[in-house]
Each structure stands twice: as C-alpha cells, then as structure tokens.
C-alpha cells in the first residue's frame, strides 16, 4: 500500500479527520459515500481529498464511491490505528487531567497508562489511570512498554523530561510546553505551542 513519496503533516492530520468523518457516517448506517458528499462534509475539495489519499493507494471506484468499512480500515493502519499504543503523561495539572480522560483517545487506539508528577497531592489512583511520583518512571515505562510520551510540565522541566522519557525507551512526544525540545533525531517529536494557535485566531480576528 502506498509509495515512497513524502507525505506531508497536514495530510496526516486530515485523515484523522478523515476518519473521524467516517465514523460518524457509520454511526448513521451509510455504506458508500461520494468524494464529492465526502468532501462537502469535510469543507474541502473533493482534489484535496483524492490527493491526500492518493499518497497511499486507490480506495474509491469511480461512478460508486467509497466503501466506508474499507476505507476505514485502511486509515487506520495508515496511521497506526489498527493496535493500541501506550502512553504516559508527565505533569498532572489540569490540561493533562483534560487529556487523560478524553476517551477520544482510548477510542482511537491511545491508551494512556500512567500519569507522573512531583506533587504528592496528585499521585493517586484517577480510576482510569494511576499517577506515580517521577522516581517511578523508568520502572513503569518499562514494566508497560510505552512508547509516547505527553509533556505538560512548565518549560523550565520539559527538556530534562523529555531526556529521561527517551533514556526509558520512549520513541515519540507529544510536547505541550512552550519550548523546542533537543532531542535525537530517530526522536519523533510534535510541539503543541496553545498560545500560537490562539495567536492565529486573534490574526484573523483583527481583519473582522
């Protein structure tokens, strides 16, 4: 499936909405859907979503559409959502209490198993997650086999974090401090800076 051509982020961003999109479809017993109702749906043109899916194969018949069971299964193991990846979450605050207990997540194949923090007020059993004094993380990591790791501690923390997150075999961070990690590059690191995406709305505001 697919070919050697680079594949761009944005484009892996939209088949997350993609299937998200297909989800809600089969929750209403469709079958078959057009690239162009698809497409309408979505808010974008039906080249953009033939090209996003042409980086990976031919999914849809002409004159029919496409199967939505099928193209289903073929998103998520594009994107790696046909097996349930572990996770942790380092910095228990409420952004990562948001997160820990968005079933979004566990839905789509993310389950997060631990939580650490330095605050011995927040090391407790969540129900869905235990969180574990810092100390505890080589062991659990480890002991769980997880391979992301979530960063909301304050900046001044987040390189250290991320350094020990690797050195217990984690393979991928998703960083929500506001600091460019220097990581190895077989690293795969995803920055979510809140205050630069909330900068992009106020841009656009201005021009209303």
């Not at 497409?39 to 080249?47: E, N, Q, V, Y």
């Not at 948001?98 to 389950?111: N, P, T, V």
């Amino acid at each position: 499936m697919g070919n050697k051509k680079k594949v761009p982020d944005q484009t892996l961003i939209r088949l997350s909405y993609y299937l998200r999109a297909i989800n809600y479809f089969l929750d209403e017993k469709k079958e078959i859907i057009s690239s162009k109702d698809f497409a309408k749906f979505l808010r974008i043109s039906p080249h953009q979503l033939r090209k996003d899916l042409s980086y990976f194969g031919q999914f849809g018949r002409k004159g029919v559409g496409y199967s939505l069971v099928f193209l289903k299964n073929q998103i998520q193991t594009i994107l790696g959502l046909d097996r349930t990846w572990k996770a942790c979450i380092v910095g228990f605050g409420n952004l990562a209490k948001a997160i820990s207990f968005y079933k979004g997540f566990r839905e789509q194949g993310i389950d997060i198993k631990a939580g650490f923090d330095i605050d011995k007020k927040r090391q407790k059993d969540y129900g869905i997650l235990k969180v574990f004094p810092l100390k505890k993380m080589s062991t659990i990591i480890k002991q769980e086999n997880i391979k992301i790791g979530i960063i909301t501690v304050p900046k001044e923390e987040a390189q250290k974090i991320a350094e020990r997150l690797i050195l217990y075999g984690v393979k991928a961070i998703l960083n929500f401090a506001p600091l460019k990690l220097n990581l190895p590059g077989e690293v795969i690191i995803k920055d979510v800076d809140l205050s630069c995406q909330l900068a992009c709305l106020t841009h656009y505001l201005k021009n209303i």
